[in-house]
């Protein structure tokens, strides 16, 4: 069992910045990838970023070049660099943990404001 939970969310501004955090606690040594998603409103949850276990990076079309996945050393907390937000950028954000099975957290709110 992995357990995670997501932190950081909240309301910023056009052209602002803003930090998520994932806290992964339980049997984690079986992850061998972590993603971030997001689910606008009204809309489908959709694919945001992917770190894999060798610290290999993936994202996003939308995401490009403003967002950026990382996780620290202990590979317990996954993050979310997001800079340079947009309206659209609105949703609950996701963290994931791939295993045999995946894990999700609950989820954290991130408005932008225009």
């Known amino acids: 069992q992995v357990q995670l939970v997501e932190s950081g969310g909240g309301l910023v501004q056009a052209g602002g910045s803003l930090t998520l955090s994932c806290a992964a606690s339980?049997?984690?040594?079986?992850?061998?990838?972590m993603n971030w998603f997001r689910q606008p409103p009204g809309k489908q949850r959709e694919w945001v970023a992917t770190?894999?276990?060798?610290?290999?990076?993936s994202y996003a079309d939308s995401v490009k070049g403003r967002f950026t996945i990382s996780r620290d050393a202990a590979e317990t907390t996954l993050y979310l660099q997001m800079h340079s937000l947009i309206p659209e950028d609105t949703a609950v954000y996701y963290c994931?943990?791939?295993?045999?099975?995946?894990?999700w957290g609950q989820g954290t709110q991130v408005t932008v404001s225009s």
């Open positions: 770190i894999s276990r060798s610290g290999g990076a």
């Open positions: 339980g049997d984690i040594s079986g992850v061998h990838a």
């Open positions: 994931r943990a791939m295993t045999w099975r995946d894990y």
